[in-house]
């Protein structure tokens, strides 16, 4: 860390391979693709490389790292915001009444139906129920209100559910409905 | 099956990427890396630009101010002794060529440039100072022409303790110039011949201007800035700050 700090070249890419996998994780989290998970991630390194100096050693280097590439996906979204996801806000789902099991399901299957997600639903749900923002900060971050926010949570988490219980019931035809 | 709470919803989610890590392209970090070098290497040139702009036109702004107070001696003296004694006329005669000589061997080496601040700078207040050359250039033309060859070789020593003169009466606001002088004696060689041409060209444009105040006060061969007036209209064609130097010559 002190080498980076020092903008020494190699210590720098010795930090990129230590933590790039884990922040890539992030960011597809965030973004649509891989392809737009991957220009995230490297504009936040581009940012952890300028900014390294201003981290002070409160809290871990990795939480400090995730929150500077959490902060540069939210900022790209806002960037990128289109009128896109006030069309999908409209869009009614039920709450499925059903249970399913989730043992079934890994990680990649969690990412597909979150990159799925509309970008404003998958914004707050990744805010909320992964980094605990609260719907206040979400709400200050993404310039929409705290109820909105609040709505847009529960929208999502509905859209999950369903889509989840899609691949389950595809995967292993046991959904019963 | 039980409907799920959304605490355990999330919670599924949250524990599913706690630790979860993909791998990046391979070529990532590479572009990662060409994306800070490069930042680094445009920064210094930015402040090298910036600190040679505030230096070039505080420069130019002090010499248009010396100018102006140098100008007006210079005609009085050669106006002077021409009632008086027709010999020193001509050997006056023979100063204002040499004065326009001065002037030309800038527009000779003028090009094109965006250096508006400084020329603004230069424009009114040298303006002044042309227009007495070119009073001085109506009266002495025609002798200047039939003595133009000669005064060219015979008068070169004479050249050299006016263009001390002149220096000395600017105060050489830097050392680098009196040092150059030797350097631009031998230059001066070089551009005797081309007097005759030069002289249609006279002064069109601005470039013109500072080349000329320039040309007075820096004598080294790579000027600390001119202009290239070849075409209608000037543009910046080198700069020399001590170590910092840019220049458009070859392109000539």
Not at chain 2, 129 to 149: G, L
Request: charged share 30%; proline share 3%.
């Amino acid at each position: 860390m002190e080498g980076c700090k020092a903008g020494d070249r190699k210590m720098q890419e010795l930090l990129y391979k230590q933590t790039a996998s884990k922040m890539l994780a992030v960011c597809m989290r965030y973004a649509k693709d891989r392809m737009e998970a991957e220009d995230v991630l490297q504009m936040g390194y581009i940012k952890i490389f300028q900014k390294i100096k201003e981290y002070r050693g409160d809290g871990s280097f990795e939480g400090w790292i995730r929150r500077v590439m959490v902060n540069t996906a939210i900022e790209s979204y806002r960037k990128n915001l289109r009128s896109l996801n006030v069309v999908e806000i409209d869009e009614a789902y039920e709450q499925p009444s059903t249970g399913f099991d989730f043992g079934t399901l890994g990680m990649q299957d969690l990412m597909k139906v979150i990159q799925k997600l509309a970008d404003g639903y998958r914004m707050v749900f990744n805010m909320y129920v992964i980094e605990g923002y609260s719907h206040k900060e979400i709400g200050e971050t993404l310039g929409i209100s705290e109820g909105a926010s609040k709505s847009q949570l529960s929208r999502a988490r509905a859209i999950l559910k369903e889509e989840i219980i899609k691949m389950e019931g595809f995967g292993y035809a046991t959904y019963t409905g | 099956m039980q409907p799920i709470q959304d605490k355990d919803f999330d919670q599924l989610f949250k524990n599913a990427f706690e630790d979860a890590e993909i791998t990046p392209s391979r070529d990532l970090w590479s572009n990662i890396e060409s994306e800070i070098e490069p930042k680094k290497k445009r920064i210094l040139p930015i402040y090298w630009l910036s600190a040679a702009a505030v230096l070039l036109i505080a420069t130019i702004g002090f010499l248009v101010y010396q100018q102006q107070e140098v100008k007006p001696k210079q005609f009085a003296n050669n106006v002077e002794p021409k009632t008086i004694k027709p010999i020193i006329e001509t050997t006056q005669v023979g100063d204002s060529v040499k004065a326009l000589g001065v002037v030309i061997e800038k527009t000779e080496q003028v090009s094109p440039s965006n250096s508006k601040p400084a020329v603004a700078l230069a424009k009114s207040s040298v303006k002044e100072a042309v227009k007495s050359t070119q009073n001085q250039k109506a009266i002495t033309a025609p002798e200047m022409q039939k003595q133009e060859t000669i005064i060219a070789k015979v008068e070169e020593p004479k050249q050299e303790i006016i263009k001390r003169k002149i220096e000395e009466a600017i105060q050489q606001p830097k050392e680098e110039t009196v040092i150059a002088a030797n350097l631009g004696s031998v230059k001066a060689d070089d551009v005797s011949g081309d007097y005759g041409q030069s002289e249609n060209k006279g002064i069109r444009n601005v470039g013109d201007v500072v080349n000329l105040i320039v040309n007075k006060v820096d004598k080294r061969k790579d000027k600390f800035i001119q202009f290239r007036t070849d075409d209608d209209d000037s543009s910046l064609s080198s700069i020399n700050i001590g170590p910092f130097k840019i220049g458009k010559k070859n392109r000539k």
